[in-house]
């Protein structure tokens, strides 16, 4: 993701949360996004199959 | 400054009183804290009140007369939790306090104030916009580290045991940077019941203290079944200060390597290697760590998000702009990421838990450097430039992921002017043999908590 589709992505997200979001903002959400992408690649790449469960359970 | 257990046992014995610990405790608070901002807020009249308590009880309980200082996400009944923000400050005054406060003064504790944090616990530095930094008591134009900075900055000389919080590390880094023992349970060990939360997948809360023993009679009175945490595990909790001392004969010790090798300072690992040299520790490599922290990233970003979103609509500009903007951008990750980030934990955990079969502790840095100058932003590792705020938990977001126990135990490298932590991990549930070994790292005198 490039910068400018970070922000392009922001500015719609920010719509679709209904959450103002003012100019100076933008480039720390920026900054903050395109680290979570580059932070997650590794886990998106890793084969955890069809059948691992996600740990939280909830117990009633 | 004496230890907790050395006031509680003269507390009891009637060479001292529970009022003359707490008066010197508020004494050293009115001479170190204008510089060193630990405090937020000093309760001296509940303090005295407490304590003339303890000090006309039969009995008076483990912790007789040791004065305390929580960060200031607990619940103390009369003051707003402000959990280091601005927004919080306009909340109702708690009406009653949170449960491990009510724990410790049961045991005879004394509750002496809160203390300084980064905000929503979203940190990992100790600094904070609204009430400014937590000074670094070994350097004060140092960081404490985060997000419990008020607990680092107070239990170096002013109080001999504090209660933090610790998500992704906020326990261990401050202990680390500040060289005090810290310990971080394992997750659903202590109830989280009156404090304010960041991430329910990942919270944990624990004691900061200068001895592994005073950790130990800490995390004793502490532990027990609660309702007010659904996370809370329903298991026994066996004391562990009475087998502190047995040493570590038997135990069989592993150094972690592989990602836990790399991107670290010559004093990190420096202080691993004497760490694990005296501990005659093996290598292991733990694979899918790299994952593991990323998943950790993850969950705390969304969760984080959605614990804040009102706030961030409403009162976005009452936010630290450095928490806010993360915060924001953790509302705008996709669900599927994080489903995947769960999904992980679980691997993961297998992953340390079939590690766990062939060693008792494993050993890791606790943080990549010392101490950083506050208003640092850039951490220089492995000729890389890296944002510091985020990876000064670089080694501590893994091992809180699976909720595993860990003391961070304090390191002081020949002629050093700054102390750096190595964290000793244990299976879930076996905080003795953490602590055991911390034990034993202090009493050979490898690691010490200095004063400043």
């Not at chain 2, 040791?66 to 959990?83: C, Y």
């Not at chain 2, 023992?181 to 900061?208: E, Q």
């Not at chain 2, 570590?248 to 836990?260: D, K, M, Q, S």
Request: hydrophobic share 50%.
């Amino acid at each position: 993701m490039t910068q400018p589709e970070a922000e392009t992505l922001i500015d719609a997200m920010a719509v679709f949360l209904a959450l103002p979001l003012a100019a100076d903002w933008r480039p720390g959400v920026v900054v903050h996004l395109m680290a979570a992408q580059r932070i997650a690649g590794p886990l998106l790449a890793l084969d955890l199959g069809d059948h691992a469960q996600p740990a939280p359970v909830y117990t009633p | 400054m004496t230890s907790a257990l050395q006031i509680a046992m003269a507390v009891r014995r009637g060479t001292t009183t529970a009022v003359a610990e707490t008066e010197d405790a508020l004494a050293r608070i009115a001479a170190l804290n204008p510089a060193l901002n630990a405090f937020t807020a000093v309760a001296a009249e509940r303090a005295l009140r407490q304590a003339a308590a303890v000090d006309a009880r039969a009995d008076k309980g483990p912790l007789a007369g040791v004065p305390f200082a929580v960060k200031n996400l607990f619940d103390v009944a009369g003051l707003p939790t402000r959990a280091g923000s601005k927004i919080n400050r306009d909340l109702p005054p708690a009406t009653r306090d949170a449960t491990l406060i009510t724990r410790l003064e049961a045991a005879g504790a004394v509750l002496v104030g809160t203390l300084n944090m980064g905000e929503y616990a979203y940190d990992f530095t100790g600094e904070n916009a609204h009430d400014g930094p937590s000074r670094n008591p070994h350097d004060p134009g140092r960081m404490t580290g985060g997000s419990s900075g008020g607990c680092g900055a107070a239990t170096v000389g002013m109080v001999p045991l504090s209660l933090g919080s610790d998500t992704n590390g906020s326990i261990r880094v401050p202990a680390s940077l500040c060289g005090l023992f810290g310990l971080k349970p394992t997750y659903g060990r202590l109830t989280r019941a009156g404090t304010f939360p960041f991430v329910a997948s990942l919270d944990h809360l624990g004691p900061f203290a200068r001895h592994a023993g005073d950790l130990a009679l800490a995390y004793d009175a502490m532990t027990g079944p609660d309702a007010g945490d659904a996370a809370l595990a329903d298991r026994p909790a066996p004391p562990v200060l009475p087998d502190l001392a047995r040493g570590i004969a038997g135990l069989r010790v592993a150094r972690a390597g592989g990602y836990f090798a790399a991107m670290q300072s010559l004093e990190a690992t420096a202080a691993l290697d004497l760490v694990a040299g005296a501990l005659g520790a093996a290598s292991v490599v733990i694979d899918g760590v790299t994952e593991a922290r990323a998943a950790a990233y993850l969950i705390t970003m969304a969760e984080g998000a959605a614990l804040h979103l009102d706030r961030l609509r409403h009162r976005g500009a009452d936010f630290d702009p450095e928490v806010r903007d993360r915060l924001i951008a953790g509302a705008m990750i996709p669900g599927a990421w994080v489903a995947r980030a769960q999904a992980c934990r679980r691997v993961f955990r297998d992953r340390m838990l079939a590690a766990f079969a062939d060693c008792d502790v494993i050993v890791a840095p606790a943080t990549p450097c010392t101490a950083p100058l506050l208003g640092q932003k850039v951490l220089d590792l492995d000729g890389q430039s890296l944002p510091l705020r985020p990876n000064l938990g670089l080694f501590t977001q893994p091992i809180s992921f699976v909720g595993l126990p860990v003391v961070a135990v304090p390191v002081w490298l020949p002629g050093a002017a700054l102390p750096i932590g190595v964290q000793v991990i244990a299976a879930p549930w076996r905080e003795d043999l953490a602590m055991r070994v911390a034990h034993h790292l202090e009493t050979t005198g490898l690691c010490e908590a200095r004063p400043a």
